[in-house]
Nanobody
Framework: QVQLVESGGGLVQAGGSLRLSCAASGRTFSTYSMVWFRQVPGTEREFVAGISWSGPTYYANSVKGRFSISIDSAEDTAYLQMNNLKPEDTAVYYC?????????????????WGQGTHVTVSS
């Protein structure tokens, strides 16, 4: 079973940048997709960005042009570069993976999840 560990969260001022990492270990899939969701307490997790191992990337409208998802295949690590952060980006960010090259935008499609990393953007 694959294990995912996120890192890179923290406190940043509006307009700043952070890069989140999601390291995969264990039974990593030869072809899979990885995604980032985020969750504000009391609300459902929302899709942020996703990437297929074959290359296509997908973004929520709220982060397009500001966030960028990538994969380092040699390190089995996914990254989420977040630029021009806004207070409304404050949330716990989770990475998830599934053994398919098809990126799905709903959380119930994913079985492997990380523990989450907190991102706080101050105004």
């Amino acid at each position: 079973q694959v294990q995912l560990v996120e890192s890179g969260g923290g406190l940043v001022q509006a307009g700043g940048s952070l890069r989140l990492s999601c390291a995969a270990s264990g039974r990593t899939f030869s072809t899979y997709s990885m995604v980032w969701f985020r969750q504000v307490p009391g609300t459902e997790r929302e899709f942020v960005a996703g990437i297929s191992w074959s290359g296509p990337t997908y973004y929520a409208n709220s982060v397009k042009g500001r966030f960028s998802i990538s994969i380092d295949s040699a390190e089995d690590t996914a990254y989420l570069q977040m630029n021009n952060l806004k207070p409304e980006d404050t949330a716990v960010y989770y990475c998830a993976a599934r053994p398919s090259v098809v990126v799905v935008f709903t959380e119930d499609a994913y079985r492997a999840w990380g523990q989450g990393t907190h991102v706080t953007v101050s105004s």
